[in-house]
């Protein structure tokens, strides 16, 4: 019983911090600069292509002052930065 709980808290606090990671995911230069860094270092190339195209999605939309589509463009392109 207690080996269940101990598993389940602890996949309850590896869920949250990837979500935490996102959600302090800031659509400005600084935020862009970091983002561009982790795609340059993917080495998927699938994934990066990905990537890149969702970087180049939120570098379109910060420039029209759409942050929340901004947001969700860089959150995709940190998915492919992720092990899927």
């Known amino acids: 019983m207690f080996n269940r709980l101990l598993i ?8 949250t911090g990837g979500a935490m990671a996102q959600a302090d995911m800031t659509c400005d230069e600084a935020g862009m600069t970091k983002l561009e860094t982790d795609v340059n270092s993917i080495t998927d190339a699938t994934k ?3 990537a890149t195209k969702e970087l180049a999605m939120a570098k379109e939309a910060m420039a029209a ?20």
């Not at 389940?8 to 869920?15: E, G, H, L, R, T």
């Not at 002052?65 to 899927?84: F, I, Q, V, Y």
């Open 48 to 50: 990066k292509e990905a």
């Open 8 to 15: 389940a808290a602890i996949m309850a606090v590896s869920f």
């Open 65 to 84: 002052k759409d942050t929340a589509k901004c947001k969700t463009h860089m959150e995709n392109a940190m998915k492919g930065k992720d092990a899927m």
